[in-house]
């Protein structure tokens, strides 16, 4: 059911929600406004034009993963990459310890959230999927330490003592981003939670090169590069090795249970909207941390 991306007013007919979304940008509603810029166009349209556009961000063509692959890419790898992945490319210290800092909040609620996939699912393949999360995420798994202790040790490598790290609060930006996860989590269905977490770990897919990314979430040479430690190394080759093909295990098992599209879709854009705002967090600590990392992004 076509369904208003911002406040979710449902319709029968685009067409309505297109006149519901254009009656409140005419009243300047912030939010609405917000969203038309992010992800359609800045430029005024007729109601017309709006609800060709409305149809043709949500038409989904082949299967609804296919749809949040593609627009993952055109947020963060597309003509306009997101500025954290292009301070990626070459990262300089300040940017890898804005990475843990802010990071380590987002892995610990992490876990909760899906933990509370685990609590509302009935389907045994669908925990038993997102329990090997948990445990790769937070516990370690095969002898292996988990990603939240590979982050901590990346972050001691870099001059940062294990306890300064867990004592700093996240930024109002990453708090932010967190809220958004969990309003999604404890008041939208598992479908939709799954959806939009898991779709996150596209971000450090390297098959999205195959479907018009333009970069790879970090430099794959800084994996073989003397100038960095070796723990900042072993964090990130766990993570592009691990979510290689990890997500889209995710997004088939949403593919499979969905029920209907735009309660996803509109929850999915949500999560990536509050991700670029995260993402921008890290750079926000990195600047704190090394106001010249502010020339390097300008």
Not at 202 to 223: E, T
Request: glycine share 4%.
């Amino acid at each position: 059911m076509p369904i208003c991306p911002v406040c979710e007013y449902k319709s029968s007919e685009w067409y309505e929600i297109a006149r519901h979304i254009y009656s409140l940008t005419k009243k300047s509603d912030a939010k609405h406004i917000m969203w038309l810029n992010r992800n359609l166009s800045v430029k005024e349209v007729s109601e017309e034009e709006l609800t060709k556009s409305l149809e043709g961000f949500f038409r989904v063509r082949n299967n609804l993963s296919d749809w949040i692959r593609q627009k993952f890419i055109d947020k963060f790898y597309g003509e306009n990459p997101h500025p954290f992945i292009l301070a990626m490319q070459k990262p300089t210290k300040a940017v890898l310890l804005g990475y843990v800092i802010e990071h380590q909040h987002f892995l610990k609620n992490w876990v909760r959230i899906l933990s509370t996939i685990v609590a509302r699912t009935d389907k045994d393949d669908v925990i038993r999927y997102e329990l090997g999360n948990i445990a790769v995420e937070y516990i370690g798994f095969n002898n292996k330490p988990s990603h939240y202790e590979l982050l901590l040790r990346m972050g001691e490598s870099l001059g940062m003592k294990r306890e300064q790290i867990l004592s700093i609060p996240p930024l109002p930006a990453t708090r932010s981003a967190l809220n958004t996860w969990w309003d999604i989590a404890l008041n939208k269905g598992w479908v939709e939670t799954m959806a939009s977490m898991h779709s996150l770990e596209l971000v450090a897919d390297r098959s999205l090169v195959k479907y018009g990314a333009k970069m790879h979430y970090f430099n794959p040479k800084i994996l073989e590069s003397n100038e960095y430690p070796q723990e900042v190394k072993d964090f990130l080759r766990e993570g592009y090795e691990a979510d290689e093909g990890h997500a889209g295990e995710a997004l088939e098992l949403v593919d499979k249970y969905a029920e209907g599209f735009e309660d996803i879709q509109v929850s999915v854009i949500r999560s990536f909207d509050a991700f670029s705002k995260y993402l921008l967090a890290r750079l926000e600590r990195a600047i704190q941390i090394d106001k010249s990392v502010l020339g390097v992004l300008t």
